[in-house]
């Protein structure tokens, strides 16, 4: 069964020693993915791309946004019924 991420929000905190960089960003996009794992991936990648353009607005000119700790602290997958009948899934992507 396909998911969609709902209301998620991920914590991002950059590894570079003394590095204060720290910040929680809602992933608001649609994110769907054929398993609970493809969404989570594929909201780690959306989240890590806003971190990195925050991070090197402030940090930017010191060091990169490289290896950052990403985790979820909100939000959750929400399953997409599938119909079983004559019509695809709109909106699901086909892999
Ligand atoms: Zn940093």
Redesign the pocket.
């Known amino acids: 069964m396909p998911y969609r991420l709902k209301k998620g929000v991920y914590a991002v905190r ?1 590894r ?1 020693p003394h ?1 204060t ?1 720290n910040t929680r960003l809602e992933v608001d996009t649609v994110i769907m993915g054929m398993t609970e794992e493809d969404v989570e991936a594929e909201a780690m990648k959306m989240a890590k791309g806003m971190a990195m353009v925050k ?1 090197d607005s402030l ?1 930017g000119r ?2 990169p ?1 490289l290896n950052p700790e990403i985790r979820r602290v909100a939000g959750y997958n929400q399953p997409i019924p599938v119909s079983t009948g004559w019509a695809d899934p709109i909106g699901v992507p086909q892999r």
């Open positions: 950059c570079y590095c960089f991070h940090h010191r060091h946004l």
